[in-house]
């Protein structure tokens, strides 16, 4: 399938950060899979590609979710009144313990890769869980699917149930070694992201494992970060030593910079509860805030400041924490970061402003999309990442503008039951 092609339609994309660029029957040009921008008038030179018309449909950049864990999507939209840690203990460890039964993640991995490859994200930072057999499975099929995801095999030798638990720090670092052994070079979509569980499920040990495993295949990291409040105080309580739970991270560098001094991706997931040192440490070491409104609501975790991380310059995007957050669709991750953030501003800080949805479609696009380099725009010289939805199948009585129309279509979900094509890295994916 070629990778070079020009599609035409109402092209939206975030300009800035508070603003989004509306081109009205405008024509976007792919080339080998690469962004050559929005043109009022197809240029000369791109005469000769590929056209698609979508007509009034909107063209948008793929969607990017920054957290998400994949073997937990069976259960997705139960056990929404519990705190995380019994969340944890009742509904999440028990699932993914099953994923040790190929057929049993064959499955579950097939349905749940099945309904992203449908979403409206085209790329994915995911959790899978300590088992390498399962792991290995659940990239294979995103490969197949064309998304582009880092996958990640979990660590954990401590604080888990049995079935999860691995039985030391040496065999964990083994079997991650082995998992990246077997899938080097196997892939051109799918990419291992080394993945310590959280701070309280890995120990000392483990953790100066995984540094060196990080530096010996120059890998990205992905983990949780404050929370809960009690979370974080049990992070106290096992590494007494670390200024705060970020930190504890940093000594082992795993935390955005290694004990070289060298950067690295990193995302970690929440911070809701970090304090000063903890922003200012994810600053300095470039770390990403995967902002998950949904699973912070329905776990009662709390309400992350994000005007208040914008401000501080920390790179930030929005997972949508499948399943703690009950759905895959990132519309609906925007549309919960919009209403979390009037209730931070009216119940907690009143100078902290509330997210406008502009904004909250910057975080899901190129906020997010910064984790995997030029991601999440039409300007030239990004990878071509393109969903196309046809709001048609809402219907109005009034005149709409563009940008009424998309808002719109976010609050209502349509990402799932309207989205029409769908594009990742220059390949059509439906």
């Given at each position: 399938?070629?990778?070079?092609?020009?599609?035409?339609?109402?092209?939206?994309?975030?300009?800035?950060?508070?603003?989004?660029?509306?081109?009205?029957?405008?024509?976007?040009?792919?080339?080998?899979?690469?962004?050559?921008?929005?043109?009022?008038?197809?240029?000369?030179?791109?005469?000769?590609?590929?056209?698609?018309?979508?007509?009034?449909?909107?063209?948008?950049?793929?969607?990017?979710?920054?957290?998400?864990?994949?073997?937990?999507?069976?259960?997705?939209?139960?056990?929404?009144?519990?705190?995380?840690?019994?969340?944890?203990?009742?509904?999440?460890?028990p699932e993914e313990a099953k994923y040790s039964d190929p057929d049993y993640a064959e499955t579950a991995y097939r349905q749940f890769v099945d309904h992203l490859t449908r979403s409206a994200t085209t790329r994915a930072c995911i959790f899978a869980t300590r088992h390498r057999e399962s792991t290995e499975l659940l990239m294979d099929l995103l490969e197949e699917s064309g998304l582009v995801t880092c996958v990640g095999k979990v660590n954990m030798d401590r604080n888990a149930p049995e079935p999860l638990r691995e039985a030391s720090a040496a065999l964990s670092a083994r079997e991650t070694r082995l998992w990246l052994e077997e899938t080097a070079g196997r892939y051109q979509r799918t990419k291992?992201?080394?993945?310590?569980?959280?701070?309280?499920?890995?120990?000392?040990?483990?953790?100066?494992?995984?540094?060196?495993?990080?530096?010996?295949?120059?890998?990205?990291?992905?983990?949780?970060?404050?929370?809960?409040?009690?979370?974080?105080?049990?992070?106290?309580?096992?590494?007494?030593?670390?200024?705060?739970?970020?930190?504890?991270?940093?000594?082992?560098?795993?935390?955005?910079?290694?004990?070289?001094?060298?950067?690295?991706?990193?995302?970690?997931?929440?911070?809701?509860?970090?304090?000063?040192?903890?922003?200012?440490?994810?600053?300095?070491?470039?770390?990403?805030?995967?902002?998950?409104?949904?699973?912070?609501?329905?776990?009662?975790?709390?309400?992350?400041?994000?005007?208040?991380?914008?401000?501080?310059g920390l790179k930030v995007g929005l997972g949508s924490d499948v399943a703690g957050g009950h759905t895959e669709s990132l519309f609906r991750a925007m549309t919960d970061a919009v209403q979390v953030s009037k209730l931070y501003w009216r119940l907690v800080d009143p100078e902290a402003k509330p997210i406008t949805f502009p904004e909250a479609f910057y975080l899901a696009t190129r906020g997010g999309g910064a984790f995997f380099g030029n991601v999440g725009s039409f300007e030239p010289g990004y990878e071509f990442d393109a969903i196309v939805l046809d709001d048609s199948l809402l219907p109005h009585p009034q005149p709409m503008t563009a940008l009424q129309r998309l808002e719109r279509a976010a609050y209502l979900s349509l990402d799932l039951l309207g989205l029409h094509a769908k594009y990742a890295a220059g390949r059509r994916i439906f």
């Open positions: 399938m070629s990778d070079s092609f020009v599609l035409k339609g109402t092209v939206c994309y975030s300009r800035s950060f508070t603003e989004i660029a509306v081109h009205p029957a405008a024509y976007v040009v792919c080339e080998e899979g690469v962004c050559r921008g929005v043109f009022d008038a197809l240029p000369a030179v791109y005469e000769a590609l590929s056209l698609t018309d979508f007509g009034e449909r909107f063209i948008l950049p793929g969607l990017v979710d920054l957290h998400i864990h994949a073997p937990q999507y069976p259960f997705r939209g139960t056990g929404m009144d519990l705190e995380l840690i019994d969340w944890l203990e009742t509904r999440a460890f291992p992201i080394l993945t310590p569980r959280f701070i309280p499920s890995c120990t000392d040990a483990l953790l100066e494992e995984l540094q060196t495993i990080r530096q010996d295949w120059n890998l990205p990291v992905q983990s949780h970060l404050s929370e809960n409040p009690g979370e974080i105080r049990w992070v106290q309580d096992l590494c007494p030593e670390a200024d705060f739970y970020g930190d504890a991270y940093d000594r082992r560098g795993l935390f955005g910079r290694d004990r070289r001094g060298q950067s690295f991706p990193t995302v970690m997931a929440h911070c809701v509860w970090s304090p000063p040192e903890e922003v200012a440490r994810m600053k300095e070491n470039g770390v990403f805030v995967a902002h998950c409104p949904a699973s912070n609501t329905n776990l009662a975790s709390g309400i992350a400041p994000v005007r208040r991380y914008l401000e501080a």
